[in-house]
């Protein structure tokens, strides 16, 4: 972080989607997903999620490049690696999977990103002319 390497609006968002999904899986816990019967912050601390978020996630050549693009691919790291972890039985870590799915689509979360920025400036020269 010192060197601004790694980005906190990663490792922020990361551990905030994680924490949401922790919460509504517990919210919704079943025997039949023993995971699901830990808590949010238990979710947060226990296996590579910790290490995931704040080392992996964080690479910035694979992830995503634009501020909100950052908040957008953290969160769904969090949320898709606790869904992993709670579902997937047979699939006890999620993280490392969450993140290699979401390298996939940080282009197309920039490209999404960039393009929204560009509706909206051009709709507001369209107003003014």
């Not at 994680?18 to 226990?46: E, I, K, N, W």
């Not at 978020?53 to 995503?64: G, L």
């Not at 047979?90 to 960039?114: S, W």
Request: aromatic fraction near 12%; charge should be positive.
């Amino acid at each position: 972080l010192a060197t601004g390497i790694a980005s906190w609006r990663i490792m922020v968002s990361v551990f905030a989607g994680g924490f949401l999904m922790g919460l509504v899986a517990h919210y919704f816990q079943t025997p039949l997903y023993p995971v699901s019967m830990l808590d949010a912050v238990q979710q947060l601390t226990l296996g590579g999620f910790a290490f995931g978020a704040v080392f992996m996630a964080t690479d910035p050549v694979t992830a995503a490049r634009t501020n909100a693009g950052k908040y957008i691919y953290g969160f769904l790291i969090g949320v898709i690696a606790i869904l992993i972890r709670t579902y997937n039985n047979g699939y006890p870590e999620g993280a490392m999977l969450a993140i290699l799915l979401m390298n996939a689509f940080a282009p197309l979360i920039d490209y999404c990103v960039v393009q929204r920025n560009i509706r909206k400036r051009m709709r507001r020269i369209n107003i003014k002319a």
